[in-house]
């Protein structure tokens, strides 16, 4: 393997919420490391996420359209690391409009893999989702055997991704290995995704909208401790292999309300129950003992410690998401390529 003082890592979406959290995590902790962020700033990329580190030597960003292998080959001519973010990930959104989700999640991720595979490539990591495998009843967890079953345009375009990565290792050679993460929570979200949309529009003492009931169950992780399974299994996973990583918080989407409202010192009438959205799954829990006993990761941070810092940071950073709420993002985020390019 490359020594660790010379690996060059192309992240694709590092411009997104979990890419500008991993980054951060990656050069904090290997500064001699060198990232390429390859983003083309559609509406949740934001280039002011990574201000902090825009100046290091050993960090570029590029734009770029996975979608397109004649600016995907020159970007990663010469890395040694694939970590793949890039992908069209709302749910509500994939329902609006599948085709886009088919060919960003899909055709894109073969774009990547297929000049990965010409530039021989030494490792490419996937970044997926625990939704591919559908949902869970009462019981039971997600493990890396449980079948697929995709019931929205997004988990199906994600799991056609992952088969398209297996097939490049099966059958091209490919070094590659997967994750398949649970529900994402930390700062830099986009203020579309529910913890930040009932943390914004509390602020802004508006209501939030609760899908029908609230009953529906997800597993949540921090996106610090998301990071840290990433970063194990590129330096220590085994080639071809799929990990699960879960936050073990599973809450339902009440409960998490009712928090969010007692952080905020709100009651109950900032409720606003909405329609259900369609094919809603029930519930999602992950098993992670095989990342657990094969590398030896565990979740650190407590939900509700990390809930209530992460709440702050958007009340500490309004300016950053009152300036997408409003519509200004698209401009924004222009102005900052521009500004940077």
């Keep these: 393997m490359t020594k660790n003082n010379k690996i060059k890592i192309f992240i694709t979406g590092g411009a997104g919420f979990i890419g500008t959290n991993f980054i951060l995590y990656m050069m904090k902790k290997y500064p001699d490391y060198q990232i390429i962020n390859f983003d083309s700033l ?17 960090y570029k960003f590029i ?68 939704e591919v495998f559908g949902e869970l009843g009462n019981e039971g967890k997600f493990t890396e055997k449980t079948p697929y079953d995709p019931r929205s345009p997004y988990s199906a ?6 088969h398209l990565v297996r097939v490049y290792f099966h059958t091209f050679g490919l070094p590659i290995t997967i994750s398949n993460c649970s529900n994402n929570y930390g700062p830099y979200q986009f203020p579309e995704k529910f913890i930040p949309l009932f943390a914004s529009n509390l602020i802004e003492n508006q209501k939030v909208p609760l899908y029908g009931e609230g009953l529906n169950i997800r597993d949540w992780i921090h996106v610090d ?8 299994i590129l330096h220590k996973g085994k080639i071809g292999e799929t990990y699960c ?43 992670f003992s095989k990342i657990k006993k094969e590398l030896g990761w565990s979740p650190k941070v407590n939900f509700e410690k990390g809930l209530a810092e992460t709440l702050k940071w958007y009340q500490d950073n309004q300016d950053w998401w009152k ?6 993002y698209k401009k924004y985020y222009e102005e900052q390529y521009k500004n940077r390019s």
């Design 42 to 58: 559609t509406y949740a990329g934001n280039l002011n996420n990574l201000k902090s580190i825009e100046n290091n030597p050993k």
């Design 63 to 130: 734009k770029g359209d996975i979608c397109n292998p004649g600016e995907v080959k020159p970007a990663m001519t010469g890395c040694d690391w694939i970590v793949h973010f890039a992908a069209e990930s709302h749910v509500d959104r994939s329902i609006m409009d599948p085709d886009t989700f088919v060919k960003t999640n899909i055709l894109g991720t073969n774009v990547l893999l297929r000049v990965a595979k010409e530039l021989e490539i030494k490792r490419f990591h996937h970044i997926s989702t625990d």
């Design 157 to 162: 375009s994600k799991a056609a991704a992952d």
């Design 225 to 232: 401790d998301h990071s840290s399974a990433l970063d194990l």
């Design 245 to 287: 990583v879960g936050g073990d918080a599973e809450k339902t989407n009440l409960e998490i309300t009712n928090l969010i409202l007692k952080y905020f010192k709100k009651g109950d009438e900032m409720i606003e129950k909405v329609a259900d959205r369609a094919g809603h799954d029930f519930r999602y829990a992950i098993d």
């Design 323 to 328: 300036k997408i709420k409003s519509g200004e």
